[in-house]
């Protein structure tokens, strides 16, 4: 049972990590972008390239991921991104969906379509074990690796966005755009930078999760469902909702799937559709949702 | 305003322009394979329309004085496409076989277009029992998994396998193999303890396999389609499940030859059964697998590549051997016939397709993975001859 | 435009336009011109259909759907068990398709009443998402993973068998996409269409005009799903299958582009993007088996990017951008 919640928490914190760059720009730029998976796709694929064709070792795959989709992502604002910002929502919906379906059929023609496999370094391929038979709790040593960067990120994150200055012109940006471009805020760099930043977070949780998720070119349109889940249900104007939504999904969904295998992924949707009813803007909102 | 008269306009506009004209030739044998090409299972459409041009150009495109048309259709694995597109082959291009079938509900979906239309089908990859009885034209050279899951049963009571806890993905072929295997190692005196069932869609193996742990039986029996066997050997190995030893045995697509030198060498020593390994040991299978390699940048052929080489096979031989008329093409029904009865040689061992079942009946042998010239192999180390399908002996 | 004029103009919009009769004496004529195409064109009269019922409720009432779907599958399943187990007469077939949609769109349309757009985003979806999960889990009744085989239809009115070309079931579809949407079409135009669009475009305003909105919402989305399950319904019965893609998120997803292609709030939007969608889906298909989807993403983007109006105006594509008309 400790060691389900312990796979359930690890799961959680990676899924936090891919989710949290679409919950700040879709909180940021009011930008509903469904083609964050595919940023963390290509963080995973540039961990495998690199793996297996310049036998770069994994630790230092890791920021190169993360610097290759924040590089992509900052390019595609500039470019493409910026015009999109004030098209009705189901612009925004059909232009991502184009730029997702342009990255699979690009990757699975560059890359195939098989699964990626990444042969993880020796150490991070061990087990530890406490206790045991009922209360034994197993801790896979690639799982306790993935919660300590993504609890380590999260705490930055916090930091980055209580307490610098970049973090409050971010925060004024997300409550009022307008106000906060009067104050004297570029708005166009926090734009940019932030999409960069939550860009290259999905590509390092591409990079992360490529073991435990798996990894194909077909990755942005399984898992966009989840990601949507976590900023839906965690809102997107704290960090720490969809944080607490994503171990929250994490938990239940591994949970369900060992005690009631049957029933597995219904309880991850039901739950999220009772969540949504009874608190339609999220779970953990601050205050009263904003018109529009 | 405007905008919707010119939008009419140019629909009607559309509608015709798709009409293209359909050149009918009469010396041409048409062959529709229809795979899926892109998604989940593209890897299998890949690897069988690979093997099946490479029989195209080994053995040329003119048979008993007719040319051999492939036509390749993409179907994603969704069965309403693969009838559609079954249709229009067979209603638009006139083709004179249907071949592929990636998936199950495939094959089960197209079965009543070959019933109604009287064209041959052969099944190339799709492997549940119950395909060659959803219609009298349906031929098939793949694999049926209760002919491969039996084989295990019967080895493991014999090597110290008493309890064993099954794992298959939950749709047609898995239950097959789950329903077999249990019931032929109860009759040789072994326990399934419990039998798990994985969703199809979005699998995650990892709270499955961790029960599996906490149940600790002597084996865990797998069955996955071929693409998902890396993801269990992961867990597997992640879980310290050998370690605690539980051994893993499953049928080969968990070991595919075409992702198995990518598992690592985690997966030594991991036994399977199935019906064709890249290293067989014989001379025909030596030569497929080099120019299978040698038109395809080096790519190891599969199961699946083996299964569509094979049905170009049979379908050129009954081309060959049909009945007709003077110069016609032989009808749908005289090539079934042609077809039911071949008896051959196949780069896995010698096959041949029942009369009365129209299914294959082939060897399966008891393989396990070792490492060959620094690669990841399946070597066969026992063979059960002239396996039927017991999904039907009954 | 002198007072006069207007109304004249406002009664004029419900009146059927010339052009209108022309283009579907086209469709209808289309199955025998060029029978080759039968198939395809059935299958786009039972996409249009099905995007016709979501243009109800996105288009007319501003709800965005990520799973109608369910209602599309539900339809198709319960068509398709009625024939398999029941009796094989496919227009008794298609109500019983249509009353089991209804009754899942009245008992969902409780989660959409509330939220913005992005929870009702998620909670459709997810309502989608579950439904394909039970048909999975209640294999001994759908056939889960493989489906649902041995679907027979009998002849419609006793005359008009279903036939391997694909003709009859053309027609068939083709005669319910008619009668449909001259239905919709007059829902649309009526008082009742226009609180809807009342309520899409301002919910606070239509509510203190006293629109009744929660029932509305109410009615626009068991409306929309009973003909979404109308369009499933024909899917089954004219394939002579049933599989759990009915209900897979990408059907959601793709009737949703084809709405926004065509045009949203004009019931037309749904049947032009069905043609255009799927014949181009085929024609890629054929020409790059493997790769088409790159193409339809290339379209998406440069259609967005280039603004959906100007698309079917190619003279503004090049000029400096002139306001489009919504």
């Known amino acids: ?292 | ?394 | 435009m002198t007072q006069l004029n207007a109304r004249e103009w406002l009664l004029g919009q419900s009146r059927i336009k010339p052009l209108e009769a022309v283009f579907w004496l086209l469709a209808f004529a289309a199955p025998v011109l060029t029978p080759s195409h039968a198939l395809i064109i059935n299958e786009i009269a039972i996409v249009a259909l099905f995007a016709i019922s979501l243009d109800i409720i996105l288009g007319y009432t501003g709800i965005v759907s990520l799973g109608h779907a369910a209602f599309f599958g539900l339809g198709g399943y319960a068509a398709a068990l009625f024939a398999k187990h029941v009796m094989p007469d496919p227009l008794v077939g298609l109500a019983v398709g249509i009353a089991a949609a209804t009754l899942l769109g009245l008992m969902a349309s409780l989660t959409i009443l509330r939220g913005s757009d992005l929870t009702r985003l998620m909670v459709t979806l997810g309502l989608g998402l579950i439904l394909m999960e039970l048909a999975n889990k209640l294999d001994w009744l759908t056939g889960g993973a493989d489906g649902l085989q041995g679907v027979v239809m009998g002849s419609i009115l006793g005359r008009f068998e279903f036939d391997l070309s694909g003709q009859t079931a053309a027609y068939y579809s083709l005669s319910v996409l008619l009668v449909f949407f001259m239905l919709l079409r007059r829902v649309t135009q009526s008082p009742l269409g226009a609180t809807l669009m009342a309520i899409r475009d301002n919910r606070l305003r239509a509510m203190s005009i006293g629109i009744p909105v929660n029932a509305r919402l109410t009615l626009a989305y068991t409306l929309a799903a009973a003909v979404a399950g109308a369009a499933g319904a024909l899917m089954t019965q004219t394939t002579g299958f049933a599989s759990l893609d009915l209900f897979e998120f990408h059907r959601s997803a793709d009737v949703l582009l084809i709405l926004v292609i065509g045009g949203t709030g004009w019931l037309y939007g749904g049947v032009a993007g069905a043609i255009v969608f799927k014949l181009m889906q085929d024609f890629l298909s054929s020409i790059t088996p493997q790769y088409w989807m790159f193409w339809i993403g290339l379209f998406l983007v440069v259609l967005v990017l280039v603004g959906r109006d100007r698309l079917i105006r190619p003279w503004t594509w090049l000029g400096a951008g002139r306001k489009g008309q919504s």
């Open chain 2, 1 to 394: 305003m405007k905008r919707r008269q010119f939008t009419a306009a140019a629909l009607a506009a559309t509608t015709f322009a798709a009409a293209l004209p359909a050149l009918a030739q009469d010396n041409t044998f048409k062959i529709g394979l229809i795979l899926p090409m892109t998604g989940q299972q593209a890897s299998t459409g890949r690897q069988i329309e690979a093997a099946a041009r490479l029989y195209m150009a080994q053995n040329g495109d003119t048979v008993a004085g007719k040319k051999i048309q492939l036509i390749v259709k993409d179907d994603t694995s969704l069965p309403d496409t693969t009838r559609r597109l079954a249709q229009e082959l067979v209603v638009n291009d006139k083709v004179n076989v249907l071949a592929g079938f990636g998936i199950t509900p495939s094959a089960l979906a197209t079965a009543p277009i070959a019933t109604q239309s009287k064209t041959p089908l052969v099944v190339m990859a799709a492997a549940t029992s119950s395909i060659t009885e959803a219609s009298p034209y349906i031929v098939r050279t793949s694999f049926t998994l209760p002919q491969v899951s039996v084989a295990l049963a019967d080895w493991a009571p014999k090597n110290g396998i008493k309890k064993v806890v099954t794992l298959v993905s939950d749709y047609g072929p898995g239950i097959d193999a789950e329903k077999f295997f249990k019931e032929r190692l109860t009759f040789n005196g072994g326990q399934v303890t419990e039998a798990l069932r994985v969703p199809m869609r979005n699998p995650d193996f990892a709270p499955f396999l961790q029960k599996v742990r906490d149940l600790k039986p002597d084996a865990m029996f797998v069955f996955v389609p071929s693409g998902a066997g890396a993801a269990v050997m992961k867990q597997f190995l992640e879980r310290g499940m050998d370690k605690a030893g539980i051994k893993m045995i499953a049928t080969g697509d968990v070991t595919d030859d075409d992702q198995l030198n990518d598992m690592g060498d985690g997966a030594l020593g991991v036994v399977s059964s199935h019906h064709y390994s890249a290293a067989h040991p014989s001379a025909t299978n030596k030569k497929f697998v080099e120019a299978f390699g040698k038109a395809n940048k080096g790519l190891r052929p599969n199961f699946m590549a083996v299964g569509g080489y094979d049905g170009m096979r049979v379908i050129y031989e009954a081309l060959r051997t049909a009945k007709t008329t003077g110069k016609a093409t032989p009808t749908g029904d005289a090539l079934l016939a042609a077809m039911k009865g071949q008896i051959f040689e196949s780069p896995r061992g010698p096959i041949f397709i029942d009369a009365q079942t129209r299914d294959v009946v082939q060897n399966v042998y008891l393989r396990k993975v070792e490492k060959k010239d620094g690669q990841l192999y399946n070597i066969e180390f026992d063979v059960i001859k002239d396996v039927k399908d017991p999904g039907k002996t009954r």
């Open chain 1, 1 to 292: 049972m400790l060691t389900i919640l312990f796979d359930g928490v690890a799961y959680g914190m990676l899924l936090f990590i891919l989710a949290v760059g679409l919950a700040v720009t879709m909180g940021l730029m009011n930008f509903i972008n469904l083609a964050h998976g595919a940023f963390a796709m290509a963080g995973g694929y540039i961990t495998v390239l690199l793996m297996q064709r310049l036998g770069v070792p994994f630790l230092v795959c890791l920021p190169l991921a993360f610097l290759g989709a924040a590089l992509m992502g900052a390019l595609l604002e500039r470019t493409l991104y910026r015009p999109m910002y004030n098209k009705p929502h189901l612009d925004q919906v059909l232009f991502s969906i184009g730029l997702v379906f342009m990255a699979v059929a690009s990757v699975d023609y560059f890359l195939g379509s098989s699964q990626q496999n990444i042969h993880l370094p020796v150490w991070l391929k061990g087990r530890t074990e406490i206790g045991s038979d009922a209360f034994m709790l197993g801790m896979g040593h690639y799982r306790l690796f993935i919660i300590a960067v993504c609890a380590a990120l999260t705490v930055a994150l916090q930091y980055v966005l209580t307490k610098t200055r970049f973090g409050s012109r971010l925060r004024a940006s997300v409550d009022d755009q307008r106000v906060a471009a009067g104050l004297g805020i570029n708005v166009n760099l926090v734009f940019l930078s932030t999409f960069a930043v939550g860009s290259g977070l999905a590509g390092l949780g591409g990079a992360l999760g490529a073991e435990v998720l798996g990894l194909d070119p077909t990755f942005p349109l399984k898992f966009m469902v989840y990601f949507l889940i976590v900023v839906a249900v965690g809102g997107t104007s704290s960090i720490t909702g969809p944080l607490l939504a994503a171990l929250l999904l994490g938990i239940a969904d591994v949970a369900g799937k060992y005690y009631i295998p049957k029933l597995g992924a219904f309880i991850v949707y039901s739950l999220m559709i009772a969540i949504l009813i009874w608190r339609p803007q999220g779970l953990f909102v601050r205050k009263a949702a904003k018109s529009s």
